[in-house]
Every structure is written in C-alpha cells, then in structure tokens.
C-alpha cells in the first residue's frame, strides 16, 4: 500500500506561482511514475502531468505546457508540480497518483491517489 499526501496549495493571484509537492510513504515494489491531476468544480478530472521514476520522460497536458514543470525527488520519495504563470482556469483541486511503468494521461493508467490539495488563482 502506497500513501501520497499532497501539499502547497493554496491562493494565489493570476501571474503567480506555487509548487506543490506530493509525499509518498509505504512499501513500493517497483519504480513507477507520478502524475498530476486536477478538477475543477463541475468538471471531469483532467491530466496535467506526469515523470517517469528515472526522470528522464516527462507530458503535460496542452493546457499547461510551457507554464508548468514536474520534478521529483526519489531520495525524499517526492514528486512536485512548479506552477507558474498561473491563470483563473487552473483552479483546481490537485491530485498527484502513482502510475503504472510509462503511463500515459489515461486515469485508468494510475493505482494510488492523494487527497488532494486546493489551488485558486484569483483574476
């Protein structure tokens, strides 16, 4: 059993920054890569982002791309989302999930999920 425990969210205004992280604790048995994703009220969750455990591939969705970068920390068994640019639209609350080897947007490719942490960005 994998726990993940998002953190950093929060207000912040259009043009502003904020990094989240995500802490992972429990037995893994492989190395798997780490998403982000996001719901806004009355909307589908989306993907926003994914790394491999190696770091070396990373996606984003169209919608962020250029603005947000994901990282991760597998000495502190933390992945982050550094979210600049911010716009209204990116209000959200913001999962991170534990993804199958390679895993692609598709929720259906992720097995463990945090709680969630709140984003809003205020125009």
């Known amino acids: 059993q994998v726990q993940l425990v998002e953190s950093g969210g929060g207000l912040v205004q259009a043009g502003g920054s904020l990094r989240l992280s995500c802490a992972a604790s429990?037995?893994?048995?492989?190395?798997?890569?780490m998403g982000w994703f996001r719901q806004a009220p009355g909307k589908e969750r989306k993907f926003v982002a994914r790394i491999t455990w190696s770091g070396d591939s990373t996606l984003y969705a169209d919608s962020v791309k250029g603005r947000f970068t994901i990282s991760r920390d597998n000495a502190k068994n933390t992945v982050y989302l550094q979210m600049n640019s911010l716009k209204p639209e990116d209000t959200a609350v913001y999962y991170c999930?534990?993804?199958?080897?390679?895993?692609?947007?598709?929720?259906?490719?992720?097995?463990?999920w945090g709680q969630g942490t709140q984003v809003t960005v205020a125009s």
């Open positions: 429990g037995r893994t048995f492989g190395r798997y890569a």
């Open positions: 999930a534990e993804g199958t080897p390679g895993p692609t947007m598709s929720i259906y490719d992720y097995r463990y």
